[in-house]
């Protein structure tokens, strides 16, 4: 998963250069080609990218809830 995250987002600095050298030449594609690639780092890469991050539960120390809050809270009033 991690190797074709890395792949997908090579494909879209690649396609995002040539969408801007389209755009530099005045191409009269340049725009789809661009709108093109929004659209894949939109609805493709990132939902590999999201997937890959968490999908192992990593996320489970990032987020707030009670337990957090109140051990927090305590080392802050420690202080």
Known sequence: MKTLSKILFIIFIVW????IYL??????K??????????FF????????IYHRYRKGKY???VLNDRTL????????EE
């Not at 755009?23 to 009269?28: D, S």
């Not at 939109?42 to 990218?49: A, H």
């Open 70 to 77: 109140l051990g927090k809270m305590k080392k802050m009033d």
């Open 42 to 49: 939109s609805f493709i890469f990132m939902p590999v990218f």
């Open 60 to 62: 489970k120390k990032y």
């Open 23 to 28: 755009l530099n030449t005045e191409h009269e």
């Open 16 to 19: 995002i250069a040539i969408g």
């Open 30 to 39: 340049a725009q789809i080609v661009m709108g093109l690639a929004v659209f």
